[in-house]
């Protein structure tokens, strides 16, 4: 097992070095001279003559080839220099570590309020399947699966902030601030984990070991969670790792609405300013985020599934 741990970090390793290549060179890609797109974003929109783009670009070395660039970013960012924004002039790691720290702290909790409203519904649609509870539930989970973020966020704005009253719709700082944020970002995560839990658990409990269990007289709770959920258990982690790495998709949308202070809205924003070191950054902390998750989820997988462990 230690083996395989290590082969797949040297391949998140590779796959995060070929993440950043395609990252620095879709930047400089664009259309328009680099380096004098940089200066009409600093200068606001003020058209530079060509003797300060020219001295721009030589003192930032953007006149040297693309590998070049790249290799001169890559050993700056190894040491731990990251490059300076482009608009404000500060180190670009300056609050990177807190605005990851929010978004982390936004998506854990949305997970975590979809999988608490999730795996129940799961579970009681498919212990009571062909009920009208089923029936309403299942439309419910559809529903919050199809509802876009950007709509619902505004929708539980306007409903909770505005005419209720009762949270914050911008901001940081309580943990009223987090509520909505975590709220629309958990609905649509749920619906997806609440019928993958049904349609698992529909199957599981059609299999023969289930009726062999019922037979011998073993009760239903305990069929459940000796024989039912271990064997559900690979897949719904592999699945909830997954919608984890969704969710930071949700984020960048929501925290720009709500105005959470995370990578997500760091990225709008820089985008917006057109800071390519800080959307550089961006880019890669947000694959980092999806690589990192991929590992997490697979050495669990390993370590509770005695199949994947047998195949090692």
Same mark, same amino acid.
């Given at each position: ?20 290549? &395609? ?22 929109? +003020? ?8 001295? *721009? ?65 799961? *579970? ?25 973020? *950007? %709509?619902?966020?505004? =929708? ?9 009253? @009762? ?6 700082? +309580? =943990? ?6 975590? /709220? ?51 897949? +719904? ?10 969710? *930071?998709?949700?984020?960048?949308? &929501?925290?720009?609405?709500?105005? %959470?202070?995370?990578?997500?809205? /760091? ?10 070191? @800080? ?15 991929? @590992? ?11 199949? &994947?462990?047998?195949?090692?």
């Amino acid at each position: 097992m230690a083996i395989q741990l290590f082969q797949r970090l040297v391949q998140a390793v590779i796959l995060l070095f070929v993440i950043s290549i &395609v990252g620095f060179a879709l930047l400089r890609l664009l259309p328009g001279d680099f380096a004098e797109v940089l200066l009409l974003a600093q200068m606001d929109g +003020t058209l530079p003559d060509p003797a300060t783009v020219t001295q *721009f670009a030589q003192d930032n070395g953007f006149n040297d080839p693309m590998p070049v660039q790249y290799w001169h970013w890559l050993t700056d960012a190894l040491g731990g220099d990251l490059g300076q924004s482009f608009i404000t002039g500060e180190a670009v790691s300056s609050d990177m570590a807190l605005r990851i720290s929010r978004s982390l702290f936004l998506g854990v909790t949305s997970l975590a309020t979809a999988l608490i409203l999730a795996i129940p519904i799961g *579970f009681f649609c498919a212990t009571h399947t062909g009920g009208w509870i089923d029936r309403a539930l299942t439309a419910l989970s559809v529903v919050g699966m199809s509802i876009p973020n *950007f %709509w619902l966020a505004l =929708l539980m704005a306007l409903f909770f902030s505005l005419f209720l009253d @009762l949270l914050p719709s911008s901001g940081h700082g +309580t =943990l009223a601030h987090v509520v909505l944020p975590a /709220l629309v970002i958990a609905t649509s995560v749920t619906g997806v984990i609440a019928r993958f839990v049904r349609a698992r658990l529909l199957d599981e409990l059609s299999q023969d070991y289930v009726r062999t269990a019922n037979a011998k007289g073993m009760g239903r709770l305990r069929i459940l969670l000796s024989h039912v959920v271990p064997n559900i258990l690979p897949s +719904t982690l592999t699945l909830t790792g997954l919608q984890f790495a969704k969710i *930071f998709d949700g984020m960048i949308v &929501v925290e720009t609405i709500f105005a %959470w202070p995370g990578i997500g809205s /760091l990225l709008v924003e820089s985008l917006f300013n057109r800071d390519y070191p @800080l959307i550089q950054m961006c880019f890669l902390v947000i694959a980092s985020g999806y690589v990192v998750i991929n @590992l997490v989820v697979d050495y669990l997988i390993t370590l509770i599934d005695p199949r &994947v462990r047998g195949a090692i």
